[in-house]
């Protein structure tokens, strides 16, 4: 299976008329193609982004540009996308930030638990903050262009063992966690047993049994039908995940200031656009999941606090690697923000 994966994209990469694989592979007229995938499926608010980011960008360079779509993992996961993006073979991704940490540390200044506090403080740090803005131009050095920021979400905890609402009832829970340090040791020092792992492979291995439990926004829970592997759902909202709008910096290169801006603007647009949906579907998928029989626990603020002094320790560890100025120029963002 991984040899045919591999096959169909060198094949793809290639485009249908055998040209070099750099930037856009051209093959349909004189248009070059944006190859853009994600790893969730074609319901969750990310595609439906990504299908008007298609919209705005295909009008607006009147076809110049033409933008292919996947979802579900089709491309691969987030860390093998954004190494294609480097490479030129694919165009676009929209990791979460966490596995970004992997090739920029800094980025894991997100992956702080409990930094943002809300989603409104969120938006204004992410759209507005110079220090969220000098994260994206780290990007270029790494072969990728930060087009946008875009929601993915607050994240809450599922399992199938017990209706977590204290730090004890983490113990020896085995979850999944992406391909993110910081978000494995926090999950250690909150007693669970962490073990990262591919998105795609998620659903089948709570299926299966080989992990108890995994943690995403209510979106993804509801619309990946984790309702049907899970029983118990947490509102831990231990940390706000945001996605970048990835593109290879190749295909930047080979576009025309124009088109950069056209990619930029309808990034934004679409981004607006896929904030909303979540935003709006949220409570609704709340309760569906409830009326699927899962257990939907609220966690106090109490609670959190507590959750939050165990893993001030390991954002303690990390603060070197991160870079001390970057956390404490988040955290003044996020204060402002909140005044
Ligand atoms: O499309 C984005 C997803 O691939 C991913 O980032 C989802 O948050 C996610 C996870 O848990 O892997």
Redesign the pocket.
């Known amino acids: 299976f991984m040899i045919l994966t591999l096959i169909t994209s060198i094949l793809a990469a290639c485009g249908t008329s055998g040209e070099k694989a750099s930037g856009g592979g051209k093959s349909s007229g004189d248009a070059r193609i944006i190859r853009a995938g ?3 499926n074609d319901k969750h608010p ?1 595609y439906l982004g990504l299908l008007k980011f298609k919209e705005i960008v295909e009008k607006e360079t009147n076809g110049a540009i033409k933008v292919e779509t996947y979802h579900s993992s089709q491309l691969g996961d ?1 860390r093998a996308m954004m190494e294609a993006l480097q490479l030129g073979t694919q165009q676009m991704t ?3 930030t966490a596995p970004i940490a992997n090739f920029i540390p800094e980025y894991s200044v997100y992956d702080i638990p409990f930094m943002f506090p809300s989603e409104e403080v969120a938006d204004k740090v992410l759209l507005e903050s110079d220090i969220a803005k000098e994260l994206l131009e780290k990007l270029p050095d790494q072969g990728m262009v930060g087009l946008a920021y875009w929601e ?1 979400g607050f994240r809450d905890l599922t399992n199938n063992k017990v209706a977590v609402s204290n730090v004890g009832d983490f113990k020896n829970l085995k979850i999944r966690t ?1 391909e993110n340090q910081l978000h494995l040791e926090a999950f250690k020092a909150l007693g669970a047993n962490p073990t990262p792992m591919a ?1 795609a492979e998620l659903f089948t291995a709570m299926q299966q049994g080989t992990i108890d439990g995994q943690e ?1 926004p209510i979106a993804t829970i509801y619309l990946q039908k984790y309702n049907e592997v899970q029983k118990h759902v947490s509102l831990t909202h231990h940390v706000y ?1 945001p996605f970048v709008v990835l593109l290879s910096k190749i295909f930047w290169d080979e576009s025309s200031k124009e088109e950069q801006d056209i990619l930029v603007k309808a990034a934004k647009e679409a981004g607006d656009y896929s904030r909303k949906l979540n935003r709006e579907a949220n409570s609704t998928y709340i309760a569906e999941l409830e009326q699927e029989g899962m257990t939907v626990t609220e966690i106090t603020p109490e609670a959190r606090e507590e959750m939050k002094a165990i893993t001030d320790p390991v954002v303690e560890k990390f603060s070197d690697k991160i870079g001390k100025d970057t956390i404490d120029r988040m955290r003044k963002a996020v204060e402002e923000a909140g005044k």
């Open positions: 994600i790893g969730l990310q987030d929209i990791p979460s993915n992406m998105f995403n995940s």
